[in-house]
C-alpha cells in the first residue's frame, strides 16, 4: 500500500527537476514556510540563496524546461553592479525583482539596461497573497507583470527627424509603412489578447476560459493594460484598441 505523503514527494521531486522557482535573499524575508507553500501551490521546486552565485545549474541546462529567479529588494546595489551574473543565473528562464518601496522598483526600472540584459518582471511584497501567487503564476509563464506606477515611467519614442532633400526629385518617395502604435507595441502577446477579447465584451470568466488560464491571471494582465495605455476602465481600454485598429492599413494585422 502507497503512502499518500510519499506519494506527492516523489510528485513534487518530478516538478522540480522541470522547472525551480529561486529566491535570492535573506531568511527573513523567503521563510522555509514561504517555500513550502509555494512548493504546495504550484508543484515546483523552491530554493533560497543569499547570494546570485550560490545559483548554480542542476543537471544539463539543455534538459531544464525552466526556472524563475526572484532577487530581493535588499539585493538591488548587488543587482545593479553585476547584472550579467544574474541574467547568466536565471538563463532562458524568468528574472524578477521582488519589492516593497516602490522607490526601489522605480530606481532598478530605471537603471536597468533592458537592450542588454533583456527585460526584468517585478514582484510586490506587500499585496495579498492570493495577488502575490497570482504575479507569480505570471512570472513561471514568463509573463512579465509591470506595475502600473513603472507603466507611467515608460516615455513615448522620440519621433525620427526627416532628411532634408538636397534637391527636387521627380519620382515620388513611396510612402512608407506605418509604424506600429507605440503604446500598443509595449503590450505582451498575452496583454493582447486579452484586450482583444475585452473589445468583444467578453467577461474574465469567458476570457479565462478561453485562453486557459485563471480569472485572477486575467484580472492582473488588465491590471498591467490598463497601466501601460492609461486607462482606467475595461471601456476606454476597449476603446483603445478600437483606435489602434481603425489606425492600420492596407489590411495589416495587430500582433
Given amino acids: 500500500m502507497s503512502n499518500p505523503l510519499q506519494d506527492s514527494a516523489a510528485q ?9 522557482i529561486n529566491f535570492i535573499g535573506k531568511e ?8 513550502r507553500s509555494v512548493q504546495s501551490e504550484f508543484g515546483v521546486s523552491a530554493h533560497r540563496y543569499e547570494d546570485i552565485a550560490d545559483l548554480k545549474p542542476i543537471g544539463d541546462p539543455g534538459l531544464v524546461a525552466g526556472k524563475v529567479v526572484v532577487v530581493d529588494q535588499i539585493m538591488l546595489d548587488d543587482l545593479l553592479a553585476r547584472p550579467d551574473a544574474y541574467k547568466e543565473a536565471a538563463g532562458t528562464g524568468c528574472l524578477a525583482f521582488a519589492y516593497r518601496k516602490e522607490d526601489a522598483a522605480r530606481s532598478l526600472f530605471e537603471t536597468w539596461d533592458r537592450a542588454q540584459f533583456g527585460d526584468i518582471g517585478y514582484l510586490p511584497m506587500n499585496v495579498a497573497p492570493d495577488v502575490w501567487r497570482s504575479i507569480l503564476r505570471l512570472l ?3 509573463e512579465l507583470y509591470l506595475p502600473s506606477f513603472l507603466a507611467d515611467c515608460v516615455s513615448a519614442p522620440r519621433p525620427q527627424s526627416k532628411p532634408r532633400l538636397l534637391s527636387k526629385s521627380p519620382v515620388e518617395p513611396k510612402p512608407r509603412p506605418k509604424e506600429p502604435h507605440p503604446i500598443y507595441s509595449r503590450l ?24 486557459g488560464i485563471t480569472e485572477h491571471t486575467v484580472k492582473l494582465h488588465m491590471h498591467n493594460v490598463a497601466g501601460k495605455i492609461g486607462v482606467s476602465n475595461r471601456t476606454a481600454a476597449a476603446q483603445f484598441y478600437f483606435e489602434v485598429t481603425a489606425d492600420q492599413t492596407h489590411g495589416q494585422t495587430i500582433e
Fill in 12 to 20: 513534487l521531486n518530478v516538478c522540480s527537476e522541470d522547472f525551480s
Fill in 188 to 211: 505582451t502577446r498575452r496583454e493582447k489578447q486579452v484586450l482583444q477579447l475585452v473589445s468583444k465584451g467578453q467577461s474574465n470568466k469567458i476570457i479565462a476560459a478561453n485562453l
Fill in 28 to 35: 527573513l524575508f523567503y521563510s522555509n514556510q514561504t517555500l
Fill in 140 to 142: 513561471m509563464h514568463e
